[in-house]
């Protein structure tokens, strides 16, 4: 099993920064593609963010690019996405996924190839 830990999330307003943190444990050697995905009231989960792990590739969801990072910490075990110049339609549950994927499958992300799931962190963007 792995165990994924979502944090950071907040309110903050409009061009304002947030860094979500995912502390991975369990069985994570057995997953390579990390994801940052969102959900807002009344839509579909949509992935924002995945990194295959071994290399370090990435892909962003067109409407943050330029603006959210993801990224890992190998010594801590732990996934962040930095999210600057934050939107009000940025506003959702965020949530830190795992997966082993082949890094095609990683960086097209569909919510359903994720098998691991952390249990939220709210961002609440106001203008």
């Known amino acids: 099993q792995v165990q994924l830990v979502e944090s950071g999330g907040g309110s903050v307003q409009a061009g304002g920064s947030l860094r979500l943190s995912c502390a991975v444990s369990?069985?994570?050697?057995?997953?390579?593609?990390m994801g940052w995905f969102r959900q807002a009231p009344g839509k579909e989960r949509e992935r924002v963010a995945t990194m295959f792990t071994s290399g370090g590739s990435t892909s962003y969801v067109d409407s943050v690019k330029g603006r959210f990072t993801i990224s890992q910490d190998n010594t801590k075990n732990t996934v962040y996405l930095q999210m600057n110049s934050l939107m009000p339609e940025d506003t959702a549950m965020y949530y830190c996924?795992?997966?082993?994927?082949?890094?095609?499958?990683?960086?097209?992300?569909?919510?359903?190839?994720?098998?691991?799931w952390g249990q939220g962190t709210q961002v609440t963007v106001s203008s």
């Open positions: 369990g069985h994570f050697g057995r997953t390579n593609c």
């Open positions: 996924a795992a997966a082993a994927l082949v890094p095609g499958s990683c960086m097209r992300g569909y919510v359903n190839m994720f098998g691991y």
